[in-house]
Each structure stands twice: as C-alpha cells, then as structure tokens.
C-alpha cells in the first residue's frame, strides 16, 4: 500500500507562483513513477507531468516552460513547481503513484488563480 498526501494549494494572482508537494509513504520503493493531474469541475483529470525514478520526465503541451516536475528521494517527495499561472490552471491538483500493486492517488489540493 501507498499513500500520497498532496499540499500547497491556494489562491494566487495570474502571472504568480505556486509550489505543490507529494509525499508518499507506505511501499513508495515499489513505484516507478509520480504524475501531477489536475480535475477541472466536471470533467475528468488531466495528466499535466510525470517523473520516473529515474528521473525521466514528461509535460503535456499547455504546461510546458511554466511547470516544473522534481523529486527528492530521501524525503519520498515530488515537487511540482507552477510559474506565469493562468486563470485556466484553476483546479484541484493530484499526484498519482505508478506502482506493482497498482495506482495510488492523493487526496488533492485546490489551486485557484485569479484574474
């Protein structure tokens, strides 16, 4: 069993920062990978980056150049790091967990970004 716990959400300005955090416990050595989505109300959840152990990374188009995807192993985290927000960034973020037992996901948090 994994479990994640997702903090950092807020209320920022367009054009502002934000930095989310996952950390995860339980058998964190059996996952391969870390992806960051966010669920818009009524639709479903977006993958917007994804990072590997071996620190592979991907980004989908509309968070490229503004998000950063990182991990700290030794402190079983994986950072997510949001530049030049966009009012369309508005929603709540999750990390989900790729591991042999299967997906694991956080609980979320809720990022809103004002005009």
């Known amino acids: 069993q994994v479990q994640l716990v997702e903090s950092g959400g807020g209320l920022v300005q367009a054009g502002g920062s934000l930095k989310l955090s996952c950390v995860g416990s339980g058998s964190t050595f059996t996952c391969d990978a870390i992806g960051w989505y966010r669920q818009d109300p009524g639709k479903e959840r977006e993958l917007l980056t994804m990072i590997s152990t071996r620190n592979n990374t991907f980004y989908t188009d509309s968070v490229k150049g503004r998000f950063t995807i990182s991990r700290d192993p030794a402190k079983n985290t994986v950072y997510l790091q949001m530049n030049s927000l966009k009012t369309d960034d508005t929603g709540v973020y999750y990390c989900?967990?790729?591991?042999?037992?299967?997906?694991?996901w956080g609980q979320g948090t809720r990022v809103t970004v004002s005009s």
């Open positions: 989900k967990a790729r591991c042999r037992s299967g997906d694991y």
